[in-house]
């Protein structure tokens, strides 16, 4: 199972991908239900992942939206 957690304005979401092989993490964003547009990156195992990059079942991914600000 992969335990996923999206940061979302002021909202922080879980959801458990449950899993029997190693996956991409385009994979998962589309089993939790979030659009490529509303990532702006994600790490897994301390490290930026990429839509393509596997995520193994027992991680653990943190999402975050787009950064903005000037």
Partial sequence: MVKVIVFSGDRLL???VELDRAVTLGYILNKVNISR??????????KYIFLDDLVNPE???RIFPPLGGG
Avoid at 38 to 46: D, L, M, Q
């Fill in 37 to 46: 547009e509303e990532v702006g990156f994600a790490i897994c195992r301390s």
């Fill in 59 to 61: 991680d653990e991914v």
């Fill in 14 to 16: 879980e959801h458990i």
